[in-house]
């Protein structure tokens, strides 16, 4: 069954910036069994959206490389009146990374750099009325941002997204807050200082559900990914990192029973 419409500030969408977006598809296609429209004219026959059981979970846009920027996954939040989010983005630390871009007619796009580093796409919806299946096998699952100066952060997207949070841990191991509660929650923050190595910045990223971690993995590295982070269990399920075959981070999590 299709899911509702993500509320604002929510993660409402994803979308793969890939250098070989064709054979991006066609892991994906095996990965995850999902299948692909053609090409969007509005993105230059670049864009190509990725379906689950018919239903849209994900977008494929060639990486040219002339933004200097690797092949990865991103996460767009809803907003309802992006202008107006930049702006308030920029007074709270917050950069401009690209420019509104109209996209006739799924809706208003931009992307901001929060006061982690952490590049986070805005979407004002139109047509496009974000992911239609969540929480299912081959499907977004969770997402999640790793990041550096961790109190500013989580204070950035509570004032710019309007986040309603939930402290899950505050402690010197582990501090993580979520957009919501419990089963209601769709997006977390970890503080990734701890962690993240000298030139690893902060990001958003992306689980997709599967059925069994091992037999995705096992599929996957036949495919050409990598392995970046081995699985183990987690309150989210099993989980796992990997790297599709040029180098985008995903990761991956099967629920527990």
């Not at 871009?101 to 952490?118: C, F, K, M, N, Y």
């Not at 096992?218 to 790297?243: H, K, N, W, Y």
């Amino acid at each position: 069954m299709p899911m509702p419409v993500p509320s604002p500030g929510a993660p409402c969408w994803i979308d793969l910036m890939s250098s070989q977006p064709e054979r991006a598809r066609g892991f994906y296609a095996a990965v995850f069994g999902w299948t692909f429209d053609t090409a969007d004219p509005a993105q230059s026959g670049r864009y190509f959206t990725a379906f689950k059981d018919g239903l849209p979970v994900a977008g494929i846009v060639g990486n040219d490389g002339e933004a200097g920027l690797p092949d990865t996954w991103s996460t767009y939040l809803r907003v309802e009146d992006i202008e107006a989010t930049l702006a308030v983005a920029v007074s709270q630390g917050g950069k401009i990374m690209a420019q509104t871009t109209e996209i006739v007619p799924r809706g208003r796009v931009a992307r901001a750099l929060d006061p982690s580093g952490a590049s986070v796409g805005l979407w004002e919806i139109a047509e496009h009325r974000g992911f239609r299946l969540h929480g299912e096998p081959g499907a977004p699952y969770w997402h999640e941002l790793h990041a550096r100066n961790y109190v500013k952060t989580v204070q950035f997207y509570q004032q710019v997204f309007s986040w309603q949070t939930t402290v899950v841990s505050y402690t010197d191991d582990f501090r993580y807050t979520t957009l919501g509660q419990g089963p209601e929650a769709s997006a977390g923050i970890i503080d990734a200082a701890p962690y993240l190595r000298t030139g690893h910045p902060s990001a958003w990223q992306v689980y997709f559900q599967v059925v069994d971690t091992e037999a995705t993995i096992t599929r996957a590295l036949g495919l050409g990914a990598s392995v970046i982070e081995p699985p183990v269990d987690t309150t989210f399920g099993r989980v796992a990192a990997l790297s599709d075959p040029t180098g985008a981070l995903f990761k991956i999590a099967q629920p527990s029973p």
